[in-house]
């Protein structure tokens, strides 16, 4: 088993949402991340 699939099957059940709805969370948590690499500059890898 995929261990993105995987993960993406956790959260699924844990916030009871649709398949589209983990993709677009899962988008939605990228142009997050980029965005805010790119207003704050990373000092240290986390």
């Known amino acids: 088993m995929n261990a993105v699939y ?3 099957l956790i ?3 844990l916030f009871g949402e649709s398949y589209r709805g983990v993709i677009e969370l899962a988008v939605t948590n990228e142009v997050v991340k ?3 690499s790119v207003k704050e500059v990373p000092s240290r890898s986390s």
């Open 34 to 36: 980029v965005f805010l």
């Open 11 to 13: 959260v699924r059940v």
């Open 6 to 8: 995987l993960k993406m």
